[in-house]
Nanobody, 118 residues
Framework: QVQLVESGGGLVQAGGSLRLSCAAS????????MGWFRQAPGKEREMVAN???????YYLESVKARFTISRDNAKNMVYLQMSSLTPEDTGVYYC????????????WGQGTQVTVSS
């Protein structure tokens, strides 16, 4: 059974930085892509960034040049380095895993809260 455990969130002032981590375990399939999503209060969950097993990355336009996603394939870990944070980045951040046949895992972790004060 897939388990996803996110950590690293917190309260930070605008312009600050945070580094999120996520550990994935229990997958009995190849993890082709790992990604970060976020959900702000009253809004739909959106994809923030993802990274393929060979390092190909995707970023939401609003976080480009501020966020950097990376992964450790051996440890099934994915990270999100966030800098120049703004109040609009506030939300609960979740990670997920993708297999090219199965799609995105339906399992979500508890997420990690990121709050950016102005």
């Amino acid at each position: 059974q897939v388990q996803l455990v996110e950590s690293g969130g917190g309260l930070v002032q605008a312009g600050g930085s945070l580094r999120l981590s996520c550990a994935a375990s229990g997958a009995d399939f190849s993890i082709d892509v790992m990604g970060w999503f976020r959900q702000a209060p009253g809004k739909e969950r959106e994809m923030v960034a993802n990274i393929g097993d060979r390092g190909t990355t995707y970023y939401l336009e609003s976080v480009k040049a501020r966020f950097t996603i990376s992964r450790d394939n051996a440890k099934n870990m994915v990270y999100l380095q966030m800098s120049s944070l703004t109040p609009e980045d506030t939300g609960v951040y979740y990670c997920s895993i993708f297999n090219k046949i199965l799609g995105w895992s339906p399992t979500w972790g508890q997420g990690t809260q990121v709050t950016v004060s102005s």
